[in-house]
Nanobody, 124 residues
Framework: QVQLVESGGGLVQAGGSLRLSCAASGRTYSSYAMGWFRQAPGKEREFVAA????????YYADSVKARFTISRDNAKNTVYLQMDSLKPEDTAVYYC?????????????????WGQGTQVTVSS
């Protein structure tokens, strides 16, 4: 089992920034992709960003491209999501996820482990 713990969420004004972190622990794998997803009230979970094991490949949803940046520190087993120019529509619970086999994916079902989520609220 892999345990994932997100942190860094909170309340921020529109135009502000937040940095989310997700620390992995437990069972170790030689390599794994990681992703961020979010779910707003009354909406389905949606893909935000994903990153390969090496960090050399990153993918973003169109809605966050050029505003969010995903990165990782494998020595710390941690993935980050830097969120800039936040908008009220970014308000959601943000989840990180690990995909043990395969590269980064925008499909939630491809991921094997999920964190509990961290709330991000952007006020207008």
């Amino acid at each position: 089992q892999v345990q994932l713990v997100e942190s860094g969420g909170g309340l921020v004004q529109a135009g502000g920034s937040l940095r989310l972190s997700c620390a992995a622990s437990g069972r170790t794998y030689s390599s794994y992709a990681m992703g961020w997803f979010r779910q707003a009230p009354g909406k389905e979970r949606e893909f935000v960003a994903a990153i390969s094991w090496s960090g050399g490949s990153t993918y973003y949803a169109d809605s966050v491209k050029a505003r969010f940046t995903i990165s990782r520190d494998n020595a710390k087993n941690t993935v980050y999501l830097q969120m800039d120019s936040l908008k009220p529509e970014d308000t959601a619970v943000y989840y990180c996820a690990v995909r043990v086999v395969g590269g980064p994916s925008s499909v939630g079902y491809d991921y094997d482990y999920w964190g509990q989520g961290t709330q991000v609220t952007v006020s207008s």
